[in-house]
């Protein structure tokens, strides 16, 4: 884990200030960006209020305020006579934690495959545009994948992710590392919404789960955001009969 003695920051070239924006969003996208690209991982120490002040030459008061924001939305967490650290990847104000699936079933001491039946770029439709809110025609990222648990599907994930906040998505290999876990990478999770209903499966997602149509399924809608964007609409169909959804305060 990193100190803030070891954060590595250069304090002679200051961050040339812009009309673009007010500069505490502008140092709240600096501290977004820097996340994403890695430089500061899950647990890492960002850079004090006083050395953030002095490479934008602002007051402590103006970091103070996106550093705060970002604590609010869960980016970042203080630790009193500690410092302030890249939170967890998760948001802990839903009752459903954002978490790997495959990190769920190991949790359970079984073992996690996946079968990729699709990821490609597609142009977004008027709907799909709508729920990102961007333009008709914006380039999105399709997946579709089947998670089983000890050989048996119990999670067909069908993704839309926006190409503006993960260039890189059609390049991962999904047989290694699941989209969950590149994105929790890749693109700092700032938000979510989502719902759940039981439904009957359409015919393909029944036959990728090995059950009938007339099986109902347990269906996850969840809607992700990051850097102030939505970074990704997911469907998750798990089979009523062998999946429930858990959850504590």
Not at 75 to 84: N, P
């Amino acid at each position: 884990m990193a100190t803030r003695e070891t954060t590595n920051i250069n304090l002679v070239n200051r961050v040339a200030p812009t009309e673009a924006a007010p500069i505490y969003q502008r140092i709240k996208d600096y501290l977004l960006r820097e996340i994403q690209s890695g430089t500061w991982k899950e647990g890492d120490a960002i850079p004090s209020e006083a050395m953030l002040a002095e490479q934008f030459g602002v007051s402590r008061m103006t970091v103070n305020r996106a550093v705060r924001e970002l604590t609010t939305e869960q980016i970042l967490t203080r630790i009193q006579g500690s410092g302030t650290y890249v939170a967890q990847h998760k948001y802990q104000a839903t009752l459903v934690e954002i978490k790997s699936i495959a990190e769920e079933i190991r949790s359970r001491g079984h073992a996690h495959r996946s079968e990729l039946h699709e990821l490609k770029a597609i142009g977004a439709s008027q709907a799909m545009a709508l729920q990102f809110q961007v333009k008709t025609g914006h380039a999105l990222f399709h997946s579709v994948i089947v998670h089983f648990e000890n050989d048996i599907a119990i999670q067909v994930e069908d993704r839309w992710v926006n190409s503006e906040l993960v260039p890189d998505y059609l390049g991962q290999n999904f047989s290694v590392v699941t989209p969950n876990e590149y994105l929790m990478a890749v693109a700092p999770l700032q938000g979510v919404d989502y719902s759940i209903e039981a439904i009957l499966p359409p015919r393909p997602i029944a036959e990728m789960l090995h059950i009938s149509s007339k099986d109902a399924c347990l269906v996850l809608h969840r809607k992700t955001l990051s850097q102030g964007k939505i970074a990704t609409v997911v469907t998750m169909w798990h089979p009523g009969q062998r999946y429930q959804f858990t959850g504590s305060f």
